[in-house]
């Protein structure tokens, strides 16, 4: 899939990124320089529509992370003289691009002070201050950052994008029981997204392993983490990160089904028989494999998968070979 | 199982269908100003009116079924939910929207044009 | 039997050129300016402070918890139940607590509220305006005049909607005046306003009368609502749900419905 400017670019490789970023020339050109804000002026102007502004701001996203730190300047006087100083977005943008040009640390102290004192006079004003807990988490001030998006949670609880951030923030300092529970909000307002299912059923593979085998929780989180993954899958029938995690979890379950497990029936999820893990493991494998494949061969259809995730799934398939064919012998 | 729980395991988003049903009804909407036309031109009165335009927009339903909705829904086999070959289910939510829906939502429209055609061309 | 024979009336082609097309023109520029109209009017969302904002979303995310339980493992649904039922109970999410059990303030003189009602004034007068001018302008001008006929035939009840103004006791009711095209043009342009504005255009009067009569969804943090008996309400909702999760049997779902 060719990279396109009316997606935010967040996901993109470095090299999607620059090619977008290089489009900056072309479109900065193209498009009228400045769009009135005013009713009046809007008749009498060129027309605009939607998709320019998402362009400006894709752009302006690109620009920052390519270096071309002119070109995003570019976009976001534009998208200022369009929507006003005080629109919450631009503020937001203009921060990002301070933080950009910052040299040294000090200057992104500085950032951080503008940012305090806007919301000192406003504090409802949500970009900003999701600026300012990425900006604290980039300064490496993790538990600030964690507090100051407790905070916005609490006043705005529907807020997944906020979630899923302090889901990761818990998550890079191994509070895994946290990250869960805020994961499982996303769940709550997506319940949808299989992404967010196998996302969970990721973390919850990492609470098991990090508790040990031993622990009392780690059946409940195989448990969890093995459906989750099944979820995911059973929404979205191509999603690759859904397989890995079904046959990492199997996997681990079938090496370890010797020895006696206990299962407590405290109302939680319990797990399926051998036999049925089993069955979802060579599931898993097959689909495994009949992604690797095709993707690898570049076959109609099957094209899109990150290259990286394919890599590691053929990574863990030939692992999974080798262990059996030495068995075997 | 309830139907509840079914569509919670299944689930439909609603973005895409209200995508379709819309783009059924600009079809509809447009294809019922046009046999307006159509009629007052001829100079179809009463009955034969509004039978010519009970004949068009099943045509049109008909076509719209055979160019769009069967060659995917045929192929998948997964929307073939009991309707045998007229199944729209893969599509849509309700089989008696998608095949008379047309007559109600143009019928103001038809009427329009065709009294319009009519009154241009006749009288 | 008798043959009624039919009836001609011989019309000045002009007719059409003064009167039809003229309305029908009108009624479509009225429908665009009035999309256009409704676009521009329409007042940017208020700036809600921190405590309204957090009153408001903590009972959404109720709702939202009540509607997806099922996506949640027991044990996690029960914690977030029972947090937040405690919290509903104790008025935790409150605007201004103090207030608790008071009736809450008459929606005519909150400011706040009545910014509300003038948005729907808006609409309201922007539906009813243009029509009412339209009307008395094809009365002014057009009535008594006999433009077209019908292609289909009416009983004699229609007459007097259709011939309004036109005083002529024999007349087949299936000529109309100018007045009936009008109403014609009402509903039949629907379709006209779907090309030229989009599916989702403020010119279609209809979609708006429906709109009015369906409960609005503002409504509900609306003026003149008392919160705390919404919350009181949503932990009630909240303590009956007879927990079941997406996520029982989903292997065996899995191993049944997916084939390599």
Redesign the interface.
Same mark, same amino acid.
Request: glycine fraction near 4%; hydrophobic fraction near 45%; charged fraction near 20%.
């Given at each position: 899939m060719a990279p396109s400017l009316l997606h935010p670019p967040s996901q993109l490789s470095p090299a999607a990124a620059l090619e977008l970023s290089q489009q900056a020339p072309a479109l900065l050109q193209s498009s009228p320089s400045t769009v009135s804000s005013s009713p009046l002026g809007a008749i009498f102007s060129a027309s605009e529509s939607p998709e320019l502004w998402i362009k400006y701001e894709n752009l302006l996203l690109s620009c920052l992370r390519t270096g071309d730190d002119l070109a995003a300047q570019q976009c976001l006087e534009r998208l200022a003289a369009r929507f006003g100083e005080d629109n919450e977005r631009i503020m937001a943008f203009r921060g990002l691009v301070k933080e950009a040009d910052a040299q040294h640390p000090g200057k992104l102290e500085a950032v951080l002070k503008d940012y305090e004192e806007i919301l000192k006079e406003n504090d409802t004003n949500i970009p900003i201050t999701k600026r300012r807990v990425a900006l604290l988490r980039s300064m490496g001030r993790v538990s600030e950052a964690v507090s100051a998006l407790v905070q916005l949670l609490d006043f705005s609880p529907t807020d997944a994008e906020g979630w899923s951030e302090l889901a990761d923030l818990y998550l890079s300092q191994g509070m895994y029981p946290q990250a869960i529970y805020a994961l499982e909000e996303v769940v709550i307002l997506a319940p949808n997204a299989w992404n967010i299912h196998a996302r969970l059923g990721e973390m919850q593979y990492m609470a098991a392993t990090a508790s040990g085998a031993g622990g009392s929780s780690y059946q409940k989180h195989m448990a969890e983490s093995l459906k989750r993954f099944s979820r995911s899958i059973e929404l979205c029938d191509d999603y690759l990160r859904g397989y890995y995690g079904l046959k990492l979890v199997t996997a681990r379950l079938l090496k370890e089904s010797g020895k006696p497990a206990k299962q407590n029936d405290e109302g939680g999820l319990r797990l399926p028989d051998t036999s049925t893990i089993e069955r979802l493991n060579e599931l898993a494998t097959a689909k495994l494999s009949e992604i690797v494949r095709h993707s690898t061969a570049g076959d109609r259809g099957w094209r899109g998968y990150d290259e990286v995730e394919v890599a590691a799934a053929r990574e863990l398939l030939s692992e999974d070979a080798s262990a059996a064919s030495r068995i075997e012998r | 199982m309830s139907v509840e729980r079914e569509f919670q395991i299944a689930p439909i988003v609603q973005e895409a269908v209200v995508h379709n049903s819309r783009t059924l009804l600009n079809l509809q909407s447009l294809t019922a100003s046009l046999f307006g036309v159509g009629a007052g031109i001829l100079g179809l009165e009463s009955y034969s009116g509004f039978l010519f335009y009970l004949v068009c927009s099943l045509l049109t339903a008909m076509l719209f079924y055979v160019v769009r909705v069967a060659p995917t829904s045929l192929a998948s086999g997964t929307g073939t939910g009991g309707g045998g070959a007229f199944d729209t289910s893969r599509y849509f939510r309700s089989q008696v929207e998608f095949w008379t829906g047309g007559l109600m939502n143009g019928l103001a429209g038809f009427i329009l044009t065709w009294t319009l055609f009519y009154g241009l061309v006749r009288a | 039997m008798a043959q009624v024979p039919v009836q001609t009336i011989h019309?000045d082609p002009q007719l059409?050129y003064w009167i039809?097309l003229p309305i029908?023109a009108v009624m479509i520029l009225t429908g665009v300016l009035r999309h256009y109209a409704t676009v521009?009017m329409a007042s940017a969302p208020k %700036? #809600?402070?921190?405590?309204t904002?957090?009153e408001q979303?903590?009972l959404?995310?109720g709702i939202?918890?009540r509607g997806?339980f099922?996506?949640?493992?027991?044990?996690?649904f029960?914690?977030r139940r029972d947090a937040l039922t405690t919290a509903y109970e104790s008025g935790a999410y409150l605007k201004s607590p103090e207030n608790r059990g008071q009736a809450p303030p008459n929606p005519l003189s909150d400011p706040s509220s009545m910014e509300g009602m003038m948005g729907m004034m808006k609409n309201q007068m922007a539906m009813i305006i243009p029509n009412t001018l339209i009307m008395s302008w094809i009365n002014a001008f057009f009535s008594g005049y006999v433009?077209? %006929? #019908?292609?289909?035939?009416l009983t004699i009840k229609f007459k007097s909607m259709l011939q309004a103004g036109v005083a002529t006791k024999d007349m087949d009711p299936r000529w109309m005046s100018s007045i009936s095209w009008y109403f014609?043009?009402i509903?039949?342009?629907?379709?006209?306003f779907?090309?030229l504005l989009g599916?989702d255009n403020a010119a279609s009067q209809m979609a708006q009368q429906m709109g009015g009569m369906a409960p609005n969804a503002g409504q509900m943090f609306g003026p003149g609502v008392d919160p705390d008996k919404q919350f009181l309400a949503e932990a009630e909702n909240l303590a009956v749900i007879e927990h079941?999760?997406?996520?029982?049997g989903?292997?065996?779902?899995?191993?049944e419905?997916?084939k390599?």
């Open positions: - | - | 019309r059409f039809l029908t521009l %700036k #809600l402070d921190q405590k904002t957090r979303r903590a959404l995310r939202n918890v997806n099922h996506t949640l493992a027991k044990p996690s029960d914690v433009i077209m %006929k #019908l292609p289909f035939p014609l043009c509903f039949g342009l629907q379709s006209v779907n090309f599916s079941y999760s997406v996520l029982d989903v292997e065996q779902r899995l191993l419905g997916i390599v």
